[in-house]
């Protein structure tokens, strides 16, 4: 009998090892034998350029400790792999929190200490429609749920979303941006055509736009951008950017329907790089727009379909300051990640 369970050990230790080995080739390297894509294609030089997708820990060379993989063996392997991600953050580049409304919950996948948690509310209660997230710049991560119409916090260290408690109802919170020196949060709510500004503790300390079409007002904000002294908006149905300062006075913006490069047909999530440089992902036209402070368009990234460099209802967007640029690929299950390799 000993010997039958020792047998079964080292069987079981040498299937895990294969696997192991098996899964340390990406689906990118195996994709087709050609060059990671760039932009612009050549002979132009290149300034962007595809590094990896990934839909699950061990795309991203998180693999299970063979402890996991047995009790996976045994009782059933839980489903890491995302289903609908719709907004990516993330801090040092180390920990990436893909929200996951098709999950119902938040990814966190931590490269350094090789680990992957799967994060619920509080008591393990399911997020139905984590939509945006955000961080502060001190290790704690933002999400807003649109069905929930609540705002939550993953603080650092902990495998949880806690309830935000704001001292006004929101009705259908979106779009998320923290403002790094004192914490204010910047709140999209969709429903009202509004941005709404909290402090830190949840108190409103302003709010400012409204349904219409004319300067500084809404038709369905979604995603929100802070650069320096600059909030941008992605004003969906307006097909525009808009441009605010901190206290949401108008700056400027920039935008208009249509279906070929510059406009913007159904524009989602917005971000920008160390140069100033406007990234807008327009879900429609599957693809990333650039443009300049002044909104002249400079390049396109990205084309409908399943390759490296593609995308299918692309959703949200984040540069992180070691300007890695992150793009939650939402039909197509995974989030791709790119580099900067010169200035535009």
């Known amino acids: 009998m000993a010997r039958k369970i020792i047998q079964t050990i080292s069987l079981l230790t040498a299937i895990a090892v294969f696997i192991s080995i098996g899964s340390c080739t990406s689906s990118d390297e195996k994709h087709d034998g050609h060059s990671k894509p760039v932009w612009p294609s ?8 595809f590094e990896q997708s990934f839909s699950t820990p061990e795309e991203l060379g998180i693999e299970k400790g063979f402890w996991q993989w047995l009790g996976d063996f045994v009782f059933g392997a839980d489903e890491n792999h995302m289903v609908r991600p719709m907004d990516v953050v ?10 996951d409304p098709g999950a ?6 931590d490269r350094h200490d090789n680990s992957y948690q799967f994060i619920r509310g509080l008591n393990d209660i399911e997020l139905p429609s984590p939509v945006s997230l955000a961080t502060d710049g001190n290790g704690n991560v933002f999400v807003t749920d649109s069905k929930l119409a609540k ?40 429903r009202q055509h509004q941005i709404l500004i909290f402090s830190r503790s949840g108190k409103l300390k302003k709010r400012f736009g409204k349904h219409g079409v ?17 909030v941008l908006v992605t004003d969906a149905l307006n097909f525009r950017t808009q441009l605010f300062d901190l206290d949401g006075d108008y700056l400027s913006s920039f935008g208009k329907a249509g ?5 913007q047909s159904r524009a989602k999530g917005i971000a920008t790089d160390q140069q100033g440089h406007i990234y807008v992902v327009d879900a429609l036209l599957n693809n990333i727009q650039l443009f300049d402070r002044s ?14 460099g593609m995308f299918w209802l692309p959703a949200g967007i984040y540069i992180s300051p070691q300007q890695k640029i992150y793009v939650a690929d939402s039909h197509n299950r995974r989030v791709q990640i790119f580099s900067l390799i010169d200035d535009l």
Request: proline residues 6%; aromatic residues 8%; charged residues 20%.
């Open 104 to 109: 119902r919950g938040i990814h966190r996948f």
């Open 90 to 99: 993330t801090i040092a580049d180390r920990l990436i929190f893909v929200a």
């Open 151 to 190: 705002l939550f916090v993953i603080n650092k260290g902990e495998d949880y979303a806690r309830s935000v408690n704001l001292d006004t109802t929101v009705q259908q919170p979106t779009g998320l941006a923290i403002k790094p020196d004192n914490g204010d949060i910047y709140l999209i709510d969709t």
């Open 42 to 49: 050549p002979p132009a030089t290149a300034r962007i350029a």
């Open 295 to 308: 909104g002249q368009f400079l390049m396109t990234i990205g084309e409908r379909g399943q390759l490296p």
């Open 214 to 230: 004319q300067e500084g007002e809404f038709n369905y904000p979604t995603h929100i951008w802070i650069e320096d002294d600059t």
């Open 259 to 263: 279906q070929s490069s510059g406009h």
